[in-house]
């Protein structure tokens, strides 16, 4: 394997390291499971990364209130 070669390999590599690590950023949002504090149902909600608390709409009966 000559130089060129060598280094198009190492560009390949780190060039896939990079999307891999953007994909992880996309999928940064978490999915909360929240249960209803009026009906009980439960919900999954999506907060983003680092968000404890994510306002949501129960999808059963419409109470609005935020994850615990
Ligand atoms: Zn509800």
Redesign the pocket.
Known sequence: MDKKAMRDEAERLVREAMEKRSIVVKQGDTRIEAT??????P?RVKAAKGVTRADFT??????QQATL
């Open positions: 209803c504090g009026k009906c009980g149902a919900n129960c999808k059963e009966c419409g109470h």
